[in-house]
């Protein structure tokens, strides 16, 4: 009958595999045997940190804290890494709406805060008072007379690329302002945190420099 | 089945009550039956701009605590027959004696009564603006071409957009000083309407009479040669489903005659 842990040695160290088909209860039981195998043909007092793979299927909280803790077990034995080749469909979803530009058409009135996890190619309209607020950048083809917040509430790493002289106030990741219009270098700006870690103003053209990664394809190209 | 509608602003001061009381009357000179509800509990004062403050018996807040009917409540107004009646709002109350419920409740008993339901919001945007609102189909959004009353209907239009009603709220431009509009000092009926994002309903020009009238106890609007009650009529017309041309801004220049009069006022 075919092992429902499998053992694999590698130049990177070892990695122990949990065989989709086979059941939990099965694996532990495999598990502790293997491990208590390991341990006596360890003669030797190094350490071994597992990478394990669950295959196909997602270990709740409780078996990840039941592995970890038959791992424990063991003085030499540790966890390097716990992975699996399939993540749930909520945190796929929440993936999509991270990696994704949304364009949003819609009159953000006095008042009201639309927040978009993302980024955000935005067309519509901010009225005076009105906050648009994206865990991403935020890129503007409207016209604003809100405030513009990208990276809200913490990503350091966003950009607003926005005209900026009517919008009052910006903000990218933890900093705030005011919009000076003495900064203000050109029709569209780009708004980020620089090396001293204060909110500079580039012209366009400098996006690219200044963000490099924004550049990087993982896809698209035919 | 007649149809709610709530006159709100978030600014107080633009004209509210006597667009309500005024529109209200103008729909009632149309043939229509009409309720206006006056919901600015403790601050009552559509009664006074109608003239029919010393005919108070009981108030809406009476009607919901079940003191008294809700027939009993409402108060006719005697020179349009059997079309015009007034629910009054409680003075010794506050806004938290009422709650949404309670006044939608309250509409559709009305409802089924009259051709129109006015409801007259109080300023802000807190508990007496969603009483009002609760009970409403449509929303007459009242400005002053101020940016402070523009920035508050802005605020009001969003909270609309949160808590839709069946139609999507329409704008008057109220107490509009033509000369003014026309020197660019204040922002303009098209600028005002763009910037909004709101259809327009009407507008209605700035004018002595209407305080002075209000001040009687008789609506504006009973006066048709009045700029300022054609406004309001016109509005009338347009929530009737009539097609009325905007009325023009600009101020009539003065005759030759009374050019020659204003010769001999000079000081």
């Not at chain 1, 065989?19 to 491990?35: N, S, W, Y």
């Not at chain 1, 790493?157 to 990741?173: D, H, N, Y």
């Not at chain 1, 204060?198 to 698209?220: A, E, H, M, S, W």
């Not at chain 2, 004018?207 to 009529?233: C, F, H, M, W």
Request: net charge negative; charged share 25%; glycine share 8%.
């Amino acid at each position: 009958m075919q092992q429902s842990v499998v053992l694999k040695a590698s130049n990177d160290g070892y990695e122990l595999i949990f065989r989709q088909a086979a059941g939990f209860d099965e694996i532990m039981v495999d598990l502790k045997t293997l491990l208590d195998r390991l341990q006596v043909d360890n003669t030797t007092d190094k350490q071994i940190s597992f990478d394990m793979s669950t295959e196909g299927r997602l270990l709740t909280a409780d078996q990840t804290q039941a592995v970890t803790k038959l791992i424990n077990r063991y003085p030499s034995f540790s966890i390097h890494k716990l992975t699996s080749d399939v993540v749930l469909t909520s945190d796929a979803l929440a993936m999509i709406d991270r990696e994704t530009v949304h364009l949003v058409n819609q009159i953000i009135r006095n008042g009201q805060v639309v927040t978009i996890t993302g980024d955000v190619l935005f067309f519509g309209k901010i009225h005076e008072g009105g906050v648009l607020q994206a865990s991403g950048n935020i890129f503007v083809m409207g016209e604003v007379a809100g405030a513009l917040e990208a990276g809200y509430p913490d990503h350091n790493e966003a950009v607003i690329v926005s005209p900026l002289a009517t919008v009052p106030k910006v903000r990218v990741g933890e900093l705030l302002e005011l919009v000076d219009p003495a900064k203000i270098v050109d029709d569209t700006n780009v708004v980020y945190i620089n090396d001293i870690q204060t909110l500079d103003y580039q012209p366009l053209n400098q996006l690219k420099r200044v963000r490099p990664k924004l550049f990087i394809q993982n896809g698209g190209h035919i | 089945m007649g149809k709610a509608i709530v006159v709100t602003s978030g600014k107080g001061g633009v004209g509210k009550t006597t667009t309500t009381a005024n529109l209200g009357t103008a729909l009632a000179l149309m043939g229509k039956k009409v309720c206006l509800v006056d919901l600015d509990i403790g601050l009552r004062n559509l009664d006074v701009i109608l003239g029919l403050d010393n005919r108070i018996l009981y108030d809406i807040v009476d009607v919901v605590k079940n003191r008294a009917q809700l027939r009993q409540a409402l108060v006719k107004d005697k020179r349009f027959d059997d079309l015009l009646y007034l629910l009054p709002a409680a003075q010794n109350a506050d806004k938290d004696d009422l709650n949404p419920d309670q006044v939608k409740a309250l509409v559709e008993e009305l409802k089924p009564d009259f051709d129109y339901v006015l409801l007259d919001c109080p300023a802000g945007i807190e508990r007496g603006f969603m009483n009002a609102i609760a009970g409403a189909d449509a929303a007459i959004i009242v400005s002053t071409p101020e940016i402070s009353a523009i920035r508050d209907a802005d605020r009001v239009v969003g909270l609309l957009e949160q808590y839709p009603l069946a139609e999507a709220p329409r704008l008057v431009i109220n107490r509009i000083r033509q000369r003014m509009m026309q020197d660019g000092e204040t922002m303009d009926i098209d600028e005002i309407t763009h910037h909004l994002s709101i259809d327009l309903l009407g507008i209605v020009f700035d004018d002595d009479a209407v305080i002075r009238t209000s001040n009687n106890g008789e609506p504006i609007v009973l006066d048709p040669k009045n700029p300022a009650a054609q406004g309001y009529r016109n509005i009338a017309r347009r929530i009737e489903g009539e097609t009325v041309p905007l009325m023009n801004l600009e101020t009539q220049k003065p005759g030759v005659w009374s050019r020659i009069a204003g010769i001999f006022h000079r000081k």
